[in-house]
């Protein structure tokens, strides 16, 4: 009987190591997305401040501990905390996705010494950067304090980011613009394509404090009116 309270204590504990562990991952994305964002954009050097690739692999192994200790706590305990535990997972998935695209940009980078200029679309790409550098904190404040109306307040947000990427990316296939060459083109197009999924993420993960599971990576629906 002892050893059975133990088993559950330390699941308990586990399934708090997981939640603990996939915010220190989300911390950590952020880190490497300003690294990276600056190096590409404000720097003519291929020189980043800490070892990206590193990190990635760091989180990787999160990844891999968060749903080790997922499963050993839902083994133990059967369906109690089921949901949280499954939710935990799916945001975990969203965390590491962002951490490969962080890591894309800072491939982009190390491939494109100058520092990134946009050209005609330096002003998209900096409305597009503000977006990313107001979400990702205020995601990392929802999840460690569960708060849902921030979360709430982030998913009514108008996501202009979508459809911003779509126009440049027409803009850059279609028309003959002289502004920029043709591989400040082809960086300047992957780096608003891994923006765009790394903002698609960070809207998953707010989805998951807000939704039931089933509509994890939805926005919310619209409350009915009473009349």
Request: proline share 3%; hydrophobic share 40%; glycine share 4%.
């Amino acid at each position: 009987m002892f050893k059975k309270f133990k088993e559950l204590f330390g699941s308990e504990n586990l399934l708090d190591t997981a939640f603990y562990t996939t915010i220190k991952m989300l911390k950590s994305d952020y880190k490497m997305y300003q690294a990276s964002r600056a190096t590409l954009r404000e720097t003519d050097t291929t020189e980043l401040p800490f070892d990206i690739r590193k990190m990635d692999r760091r989180i990787n192994k999160y990844l891999r501990e968060v749903r080790r200790n997922v499963l050993t706590h839902l083994t133990i305990v059967g369906t109690q905390n089921i949901v949280p535990g499954l939710v935990l997972v799916s945001i975990v998935i969203d965390v590491e996705r962002i951490g490969d695209y962080t890591k894309n940009i800072s491939e982009l980078a190390v491939m494109h010494p100058k520092h990134l200029k946009g050209g005609v679309f330096e002003k998209d790409l900096v409305e597009m950067e503000k977006v990313i550098g107001d979400i990702f904190p205020r995601v990392i404040r929802v999840l460690e304090e569960q708060d849902i109306d921030e979360a709430s307040a982030i998913l009514q947000q108008e996501d202009k980011t979508g459809k911003t990427v779509d126009h440049v990316l027409y803009s850059l296939v279609t028309k003959n613009n002289k502004t920029i060459t043709t591989s400040t083109a082809i960086c300047l197009a992957l780096y608003i394509r891994h923006m765009k999924r790394i903002n698609a993420h960070l809207t998953n993960i707010a989805s998951a404090i807000v939704n039931p599971f089933p509509r994890i990576g939805f926005r919310q629906k619209p409350m009915n009116k009473k009349k």
